[in-house]
């Protein structure tokens, strides 16, 4: 870009001739490997706290939303992984690229991590574990 742009006082039109835009190719589209490389997955799985006597309770995720009772004091409550009142301790899930079981942080659903057995790229989705909205 040159120092001094010279503009047309009426329609702004540019007036240097040096400053005439020139045609830019568009690079072609190449995703990045680590991209291609990114596999999608969902948890199986929630490790939370009973409510009652805080012991720390592997409930499937297709129990999210129901009423489930826990093993150790037989307490039953409804499994809202978003409650206060339950404590949501992590979450797990299989490595599609070597099939170890992982144990994660909440923190981590919704992010791209990498596998600690493997080192393979997973996104870990949060679609399903969120509550629907009722229509």
């Not at 039953?76 to 339950?86: P, S």
């Not at 301790?89 to 600690?116: D, M, N, W």
Request: glycine share 4%; charged share 25%.
């Amino acid at each position: 870009m040159p120092p001094n742009l010279v503009h047309c006082q009426v329609c702004r039109a540019l007036l240097n001739d040096d400053s005439v835009p020139d045609s830019v190719e568009i690079p072609e589209f190449r995703p990045l490997k680590e991209i291609e490389a990114m596999v999608e997955v969902e948890p199986r799985g929630f490790y939370v706290g009973c409510p009652r006597c805080q012991q720390e309770l592997r409930i499937a995720r297709k129990y999210v939303g129901k009423s489930v009772r826990c093993k150790i004091c037989q307490h039953d409550f409804h499994l809202d992984i978003y409650d206060k009142a339950i404590r949501t301790i992590a979450f797990f899930a299989s490595c599609p690229h070597c099939q170890e079981e992982l144990r994660s942080s909440p923190k981590y659903i919704g992010t791209k991590v990498v596998c600690k057995h493997c080192r393979g790229h997973i996104h870990f989705l949060d679609e399903l574990t969120r509550p629907t909205d009722p229509l």
